[in-house]
C-alpha cells in the first residue's frame, strides 16, 4: 500500500491502544453493545474477511498470533507488507509499545539491511487528532508528501484545511515525511538517534534499540546510578545543542522519549520538531524541553536551570543565525 488511506483504517482506531490483547472498543465502557454498535462491529468485521487474503504470502509471526478477525492483525500485514517485499524485514515478531499515536512493533530485519533487529513505528489513522496543540509545530513549516514532494497546490491546501479526506491522507503523510527527514538529518549529523532505514505509508522503519529480550527501557521507566545522572544529562544538552545547530529543536523532549540501554541514551519522536528559524514558538518550546530534563535529572542530585540554558544556547544560536 503505497499511499495511506486514513478511511481505510479507521477502524482500527477504535481498538484500545492499552489492551493488546482484547478486542475492546471505546465508547462501549463494559457495557453490552447496542444494535448500531453490533451493526458497525458485523460491518468491520466484514471488510477485513473480504481483505484477509490480500496478503496471504506475508503473515508474520506477531500477526498470525492474532484471532483472524482481529483488528490489528490487517492493520499490521498492511503497513509492514512493502518492507517484507523490499526484503527489508523477514518477520514481525512482537509489539513493543502501543500508543495514541503509533505503535512499535519489534521485527527481524534481511540480512542486507545489516542489522539483526528493526523497530517499526506504525501511526494511528488519526494520530494528529491525539497530538495536542499540532499547529504550534506546523507554524512555519514546508510540508511534503509522501514522495517527499512540498505541497504547495491550492487544492492540497483547501483539503487540509476542511479536513477532507484526502487533506487527512495528506495532513498524516507530512507529518510522517517530516519525522522520516529530520531523524536521518540528526543520524547523519551524529545525534543519539535511531538510525531510520525506511518509510512508507503509515510507517517508518529504524534502527531497533534493546535486545531480543527486551527494548530499551526509556529513562522514566530506569533508576540511573548517581555517578552516570551527570554524564547523561550532559549528553543530553550536547544532543539539544547538536539539533539546534541544525536549526532543529524536538519540542515535546521528556524522559518519556529518552530510551536508555547500557549506559547511553538514544532521542525519538520527531514528528513534532520545528525548525528555529521559522517557527514562532521555537524558543519556548526550546524552554519547555530543557525544563523536562532538568525536572527529570534533579531527582539525582544534578541541578540546573532549564530556562536559563534555554536562554544561553538561544543567544548562541541567534549570534551565529
Known sequence: MNQYDVSEYDMYEEFSYDDHSRSTHRGLKGKDPGAEAQRHRRQRERRIREMSDRMEDFVPTYAASL??????????????????????ITDVLRLVKGGK????????????????????????????????????????RQLRDAEGKLILGSREARAMHKKTRFGKDLDLSAWIEHEFQVQNMLFDAGADVPQPVAHGGNTIL??????????????????????????????????????????????DLSAYNILYWDGRITLIDFPQMVDARNNPNAFDLLIRDLERVCDYFAVYGVHADGGALAGEMWRGYMRGA
Open 67 to 88: 484471532d483472524p478477525r482481529h483488528h490489528e492483525r490487517r492493520w499490521v500485514i498492511d503497513s509492514l507488507s512493502s518492507f517484507y517485499g523490499n526484503n527489508q
Open 101 to 140: 499515536e503509533a505503535n512499535v512493533y519489534l521485527c527481524q530485519a534481511n540480512p542486507k539491511v545489516g542489522m539483526p533487529l528493526l523497530a517499526a513505528k506504525l501511526y494511528r489513522p488519526r494520530m494528529l487528532r491525539h497530538l495536542k496543540n499540532n499547529a504550534v509545530y506546523k507554524e512555519g
Open 206 to 251: 529504524m534502527a531497533y534499540m534493546g535486545d531480543d529480550v527486551m527494548p530499551a527501557p526509556t529513562l522514566q521507566e530506569v533508576s540511573l546510578a548517581p555517578e552516570e545522572a551527570q554524564l547523561l544529562f550532559d549528553r543530553v544538552l550536547h544532543n539539544v545543542q547538536l539539533m539546534l545547530n541544525l536549526n532543529q529543536i524536538h519540542g
